[in-house]
């Protein structure tokens, strides 16, 4: 394996871990915006983003990237999204359809508004 395959193998999983990292945060991100004010600069537009990806049907940027680099490095690349690879096998072996993605658009969407409506309550409460 010469060292070009495996810089760009170390991309595609660093593209990978980043993409997990993305998830995770647009995901529920708002439960740091109880300890950090700041965070919701941050995540509403990575939630929002998140949600429209899997409202729309759409596919995130990363996702032809991973592919990119992967093919690069001599690996096979993978079909779909990023959540249909590795987020949806774990929760859903069956795949990911239409229904369930936008399924997970609205989860993703009903818990940051959640977590948001119970941190303004608080704050509010607290100035009070």
Same mark, same amino acid.
């Given at each position: 394996m010469t060292a070009v395959i495996v810089v760009w193998g170390a991309l595609a999983g660093i593209a990978v871990a !980043?993409?997990?990292?993305f998830v995770a945060f647009a995901a529920a991100g708002g439960l740091l915006a109880l300890r950090w004010r700041?965070?919701?600069? %941050?995540?509403?537009?990575a939630a929002g983003w998140a949600a429209y990806i899997e409202l729309s049907g759409g596919i995130c940027p990363l996702t032809? *990237?991973?592919n990119d !680099? $992967? @093919? $690069?490095? @001599? *690996?096979?690349?993978?079909s779909g999204d990023f959540? &249909? $690879?590795? !987020?949806?096998p774990l !929760?859903?072996?069956? @795949?990911l359809t239409s229904t369930a993605q936008t399924a997970l658009g609205l989860t993703v969407i009903i818990l940051n508004i959640s977590v948001y &409506?119970? %941190?303004v309550r608080r704050r509010t409460r607290a100035t009070a």
């Open positions: !980043l993409h997990f990292a700041w965070i919701p600069w %941050l995540h509403v537009p032809p *990237l991973e !680099l $992967r @093919g $690069r490095a @001599g *690996l096979d690349d993978y959540i &249909a $690879r590795y !987020l949806f !929760l859903y072996p069956a @795949g &409506a119970w %941190l």
